[in-house]
């Protein structure tokens, strides 16, 4: 029997390890050891990111720049914008009036409106003015018998009208008698003065020996939500503080309690007490704003005194002892100098502005955003949403991928801001002394930015597209190619 051919013996093979085996491994390739992160920035998406963010936060400050300017043309050369002002230094002087306690002030008004006037001797247009002689005994009466502290007169005493010096004949006479009286009883006495004002005060009422008397009774003859202190003539750098209600404010007795400096008073940059107003280019005017909160006060029986008759004011002793008394017109039915007050309804006689005057240059200064103040305030409130937004982007930026929706957190943050200026500005008024008056304009201007930022970008765009070509169009010329025949 033939051998049968022998087999090659089997050999057990892993499928797997052969085919790993037939799989050849290059030699140079690594296996990372973690996949990327998708949800970081890569590191030219970080830089093109923090370019947005920088030009956005520019492109905001610059659309607050330019709404300032806005906000300030609009609320100085249009009479909107000044009757938005008037309306707010009336809402302000509400507050005030509601929040402020009853002063307890040493004043007194006595009303002349029973002393007519009488028709001038020598007169050439049948002029009228207030006699003398009456005035003398109330004076007398006041000063002698009362122990009032000092008197005020709210009459023009003028001693020039029409070219005639003096008014009246007994006018010299009247300004002896209350020098006389000054000297003696050593209390004060002012009489107004209004036609002369732009004359040097030695020269109010006429001869020189009588300027100690002179006081200015000038006042705005529009809303009066500011009152004249004193006035500079032929550019004088400094005025005095001449006005009656300045020289009446310096008699006024010490409160028991001094008030502590407002805390306006320790940034005169931002905020101002008095401002200076050219009326011409001779004449300048230093104004202060008007504390109307004991209006109602001075205008009640408690402050007013409705007789001028001495017979009548002898029985009064307590009312007018060590007080400051004004004598004026103080009939709102009836008086002639009569003047809108911001926030109230009908005009109030001018006795009563140089009153209300009185306290606040004594009891009361009131505070304003100066010009700089206002920009600085208008600039830092752009200033907070603004970096606020940018702040937020940038804790956000290298943290995720996802789109801040920064334009929706803007509203929310105007919205928080406006609510925020509203209680600063309502607030202050009575804690610290400061009339905010175009916080209304302020938060226009706020709600007005992101629309403002908008077309400052856009604008911006317009620029970085169009200028390249007027330029070319303006610095180069066409070159056309002549064609051969």
């Known amino acids: 029997m033939a051998d049968e051919p022998k087999q090659p013996p089997k050999i057990e093979t892993n499928t797997e390890v052969s085919h790993a085996a037939a799989t050849p491994v290059p030699a140079h390739e690594t296996i990372p050891a973690r996949e990327a992160n998708p949800d970081r920035l890569t590191a030219p998406q970080l830089g093109e990111k923090h370019g947005d963010i920088f030009w956005d936060i520019v492109f905001g400050l610059v659309a607050a720049v330019l709404l300032i300017f806005g906000k300030e043309y609009f609320d100085g050369k249009t009479k909107a914008g ?78 020039e009208q029409n070219g005639r ?90 409160p028991a309690e001094l008030p ?90 001018g006795i009563y502005i140089h009153a209300s005057a009185i306290y606040t240059m004594s009891r009361a200064p009131l505070y304003q955003l100066s010009e700089r103040g206002r920009r600085i305030v208008d600039f830092l409130l752009a200033l907070v949403v603004v970096g606020t937004i940018g702040a937020i982007r940038l804790f956000y930026l290298g943290r995720t991928t996802r789109e801040f929706a920064h334009h929706k957190i803007e509203g929310f943050l105007i919205v928080l801001v406006v609510i925020v200026v509203i209680v600063v500005a309502t607030s202050f008024v009575h804690r610290h002394r400061v009339l905010w008056t175009d916080f209304v304009l302020a938060i226009f201007a706020l709600l007005l930015h992101p629309t403002g930022e908008k077309y400052t970008k856009g604008f911006s765009r317009w620029l970085r597209k169009g200028l390249p070509s007027i330029w070319r169009r303006v610095a180069f010329e066409d070159v056309k190619e002549e064609r051969v025949p």
Not at 102 to 107: C, H, K, R, V
Not at 180 to 193: A, P
Not at 195 to 212: A, C, E, F, I, Q
Not at 235 to 250: E, H, I, Q, S
């Open 82 to 159: 000044e009757q938005l002002e008037l309306a707010t230094y009336g809402w302000l002087q509400q507050r005030l009036a509601f929040l402020e306690p009853d002063a307890q002030l040493p004043i007194v008004i006595v009303d002349l409106s029973d002393l007519k006037t009488k028709a001038v001797e020598g007169a050439r247009k049948g002029e009228e003015a207030t006699p003398r002689k009456p005035l003398e005994n109330l004076l007398s009466a006041l000063i002698v018998n009362q122990g009032a502290r000092a008197v005020g007169v709210d009459v023009d005493f003028s001693p």
């Open 260 to 349: 502590g400096a407002p805390l306006a008073a320790k940034f005169p940059s931002i905020f101002e007490r008095f401002s200076p107003r050219p009326l011409s280019n001779a004449v300048s005017v230093t104004l202060f704003p008007v504390d109307y909160s004991q209006l109602k006060t001075l205008m009640s029986h408690e402050h007013t005194f409705p007789s001028s008759a001495p017979t009548i004011v002898a029985g009064f002793k307590d009312f007018f002892r060590n007080k400051i008394v004004l004598l004026g017109d103080a009939n709102p039915d009836a008086s002639a100098d009569k003047f809108i007050v911001p926030g109230e309804h009908e005009p109030i006689p």
């Open 165 to 254: 010096l003096p008014v009246t004949p007994g006018d010299f006479d009247f300004f002896d008698f209350c020098l006389k009286l000054r000297d003696e009883e050593g209390k004060k006495i002012y009489l107004g003065v209004f036609r002369t004002v732009l004359l040097p005060r030695d020269k109010w009422l006429g001869p020189v020996k009588y300027k100690d008397l002179a006081a200015s009774i000038l006042a705005p003859r529009e809303e009066v939500k500011e009152m004249v202190n004193c006035i500079a003539i032929n550019g004088a750098t400094t005025c005095r503080d001449d006005t009656l209600a300045a020289l009446l404010a310096k008699e006024m007795p010490e």
